[in-house]
């Protein structure tokens, strides 16, 4: 049936699966990880034909978790990859894409009493064949904060802030090796302060002195990420977008900036 | 096919619609309000009928709000109410209750220059029929914040600030007056200060000082919305429940009390 | 202290508001609407300023909007043209832009009994000026279902069936004449079968024959979408989308396609 | 701070953190599990306290976890039932409460071809104390169908089918020992078919047979759902809802009920 001529015949950029849940384990680093990502896979239809073939592209997924349980190496985009390649053998296709998205959690240490927290943190991959040729697009998500230096200045020192999200991608050939917790790391320090999951009063008092030391706009915040990003990346496009959830307003404000490098 | 027995004999406590979204009108103290809520309607099952009648549920709702379009009057609970006498006509029932959950509009005026803003607040409504006998549940969510006076404390006047949002729920019999303006100040008057739509830069210095005069933690929130109500209204159930979104963690805190008048 | 130089000298695309909802009152084609629309409004930032006026993107919103309850007419993208027409006086950019996201209720007949049901659509518009070029995109969500012709043709006439959304966007010229009741239409002429809040006996069986009568994968529905757009608008970019629910996996299936006419 | 006497002298039952995520591990039955679960710990606060100590809930959570990773033993309900009792060397509280809410994936063969499939499942446990004594909520969400009776008698066989969401709630001692995978069988049994993420041809067919020899209204699905709880578990309190997103509308039809054994 899917491999009949359809009534109308346009071609479909993207067709697949999506809000798939599995598990995916890796051993990146020689750090085992086990992963519960939401996937998105998709390929492109031609004019011709009627549907995909829906079951392949699971089975594509399925196989190679199967294998990476066994092996136990790599990393999500190598897993990705290689997906890909799986379905290339059961699925033509000219463009295909998969992304994971998932949540990573890296241990930390609190600024003063240096407790041991472990900070999660929104992470995504999504890897792209164009007619063999791999390119991807690294995305994550950090919670910091803004101050507003407007009302410092108006206020005597005294201020607003604010629970901030911001959100880095950056887009780049697959070979360009770039880790999550270096992209995490260029917008944790765009923030006035980084935040913790523990904060003892010591380590709190500290949180609350770099925040007044350092106040930031949405718009100062992401800035930063562009800039951390420019100087930590090569061969990249790069994305960056802060949503702050203002503190005096029901609603947030954004800024969005991209650069190249 | 409803009407038959079923093959597992358990009564059901609530069968019906969810998330039914549609028009609502209404005329309330000589105000026009058109709502477009998203409405959930259930009645019970005796444990000797396979299923409930479900388009009877859906046709005394549209019903009523036909009704409505014409005669234009009444709040959204007596709309709500004229909708579970309609269904007792339609379908038996010992049990029923409905609930549509909106957003209400709201002018108020900036604290210092006097602008005109457009503040918005998250309600809902449900009433329930027991046996004739006619109770309701009144929701409001609004926006504010908290600061925090341990922090204050110990950072010589500085401290972090986030936004709150105040949950304000009230349980009731059918006949005593509540509006929901009323229970919307008993929330915003429990912040360290309100927010607004717009603040030029006086009325953001008047509220970043309210926030420093009045520091308060989420649990002080909540206390103050259960005490503003205590104070308000009369032989009621009340919930009140903030959740604060941390500037200083990826985390909330939440504070939830209930108290009976 | 927004118009002091940055520290990091790089522009911002998209500086602004975000989920901000407000009353938005329209009088298109001589009947009255009443939204709560939730907003994102945002201009660029150059490279030699810190940071935009909130206050004055908000301003520019609120002062629109009073002058539309007074003189209650146009469409919400006219609307949103006069918004940032305003902004223009007040805020310097090249290019801004505002989104409205809401609900449309739209009455219909069942097909059998020709009882009136209100139904809901998602629907946006955005409006962008670059140097004072006005463009837009509209943007509609319509539930509708799929019905599998693979397992029809394998299983006798009996398939499986699900909910599925069709979502199609139209970018093009603002003036360029297009009504959402039209794009909803394209989709939901789109699906196997139209969906009712009502139905009642007969009006059901005519669904059901409906839907086996005209089988159609996700695949079937956006290129039905993208053909029934290409007949009906011009001088447009279409992107369609198709997102099924289905009810013999836990997860989604979904296809895209775009084309210009 | 937290310890000085409130200006509102009014006692509150649960204050604490929420939407705290980390990663947990478990080795039950000798297999071991990596969540990353959503957390919620609360503890009731007496009216002659301003505040908790919400760092020392943080450690709590934080010590226990920290010491499962060496000894890697338990099911998340024992964890939980560990951070309470941790928190109760380092903070007063009468009622405490932990729930952690997270994915399940459980591997499942396919009906006819007998392919391994990986299923995911939401799943939750509450363990709350009082003076004390442990009690324990558990909860599974699992994904099916439902199929129309009352259309398929009218239709001759044809008939409108649905994803839907089962949802199992049980109640009891601490000490009752219940295992998640028996309560997804209990949901996943009590549908018209089971729903699996990779489905053959020869699978598909016999997934639609399932569904059409087997049609259920969603007032059934929650019906059996109870009776098979009912005779796999004793000494509990058992809720159970389902929820269809019907394909003939745009909204749910949802059924609930509950029962003791």
């Given at each position: 049936m899917?491999?009949?001529?359809?009534?109308?015949?346009e071609?479909?950029?993207?067709v697949?699966?999506?809000?798939?849940?599995?598990?995916?384990?890796?051993n990146?680093?020689?750090?085992?990880y086990?992963?519960?990502?939401e996937?998105?896979l998709?390929?492109?239809?031609?004019?011709?034909r009627?549907?995909i073939?829906?079951?392949?592209l699971v089975?594509s997924?399925?196989?190679?978790?199967?294998k990476?349980v066994?092996?136990?190496?790599?990393?999500?985009e190598?897993?990705?990859?290689s997906?890909?390649e799986?379905l290339k053998?059961?699925h033509p296709?000219?463009?295909?894409?998969i992304?994971?998205?998932?949540?990573?959690v890296v241990?930390?240490?609190t600024?003063?009493?240096?407790?041991t927290t472990?900070?999660?943190y929104g992470?995504?991959v999504?890897?792209?064949?164009d007619n063999?040729?791999?390119?991807k697009l690294?995305?994550?998500?950090?919670?910091?904060?803004?101050v507003?230096p407007h009302?410092?200045?108006?206020?005597?020192?005294?201020?607003?802030?604010q629970?901030?999200?911001g959100?880095l991608k950056i887009?780049?050939?697959y070979?360009?090796?770039?880790?999550?917790?270096?992209m995490?790391?260029?917008v944790?320090?765009?923030?006035?302060?980084?935040?913790?999951?523990?904060?003892?009063?010591e380590?709190?008092?500290?949180?609350v002195?770099e925040?007044?030391d350092?106040?930031?706009f949405?718009?100062?915040?992401?800035?930063?990420?562009l800039n951390?990003?420019k100087?930590?990346?090569?061969?990249a496009?790069?994305?960056?977008?802060?949503?702050?959830?203002e503190?005096?307003?029901?609603?947030d404000?954004?800024?969005?900036?991209?650069?190249?490098?």
């Amino acid at each position: 049936m899917q491999d009949k001529k359809p009534e109308i015949r346009e071609s479909l950029e993207r067709v697949g699966v999506t809000r798939l849940k599995t598990i995916v384990m890796t051993n990146w680093k020689n750090r085992k990880y086990n992963f519960v990502p939401e996937i998105e896979l998709t390929l492109d239809l031609d004019r011709e034909r009627k549907g995909i073939h829906m079951s392949r592209l699971v089975e594509s997924i399925t196989e190679c978790i199967e294998k990476e349980v066994e092996i136990r190496r790599g990393s999500l985009e190598e897993v990705e990859k290689s997906i890909l390649e799986k379905l290339k053998e059961k699925h033509p296709f000219n463009h295909a894409e998969i992304t994971m998205k998932t949540d990573l959690v890296v241990p930390r240490k609190t600024p003063i009493t240096g407790k041991t927290t472990m900070e999660t943190y929104g992470v995504a991959v999504k890897v792209s064949s164009d007619n063999g040729n791999y390119t991807k697009l690294l995305n994550v998500e950090v919670v910091g904060n803004t101050v507003c230096p407007h009302a410092m200045n108006k206020c005597e020192g005294r201020t607003h802030i604010q629970r901030a999200t911001g959100i880095l991608k950056i887009e780049t050939g697959y070979d360009n090796k770039i880790d999550f917790e270096d992209m995490i790391d260029c917008v944790e320090d765009a923030f006035p302060s980084r935040v913790y999951t523990i904060l003892k009063t010591e380590d709190e008092k500290q949180v609350v002195k770099e925040m007044h030391d350092n106040p930031k706009f949405v718009e100062d915040v992401t800035r930063s990420i562009l800039n951390n990003a420019k100087n930590r990346f090569k061969n990249a496009r790069i994305r960056a977008k802060t949503i702050s959830e203002e503190s005096i307003h029901r609603h947030d404000v954004i800024a969005e900036g991209t650069c190249e490098v």
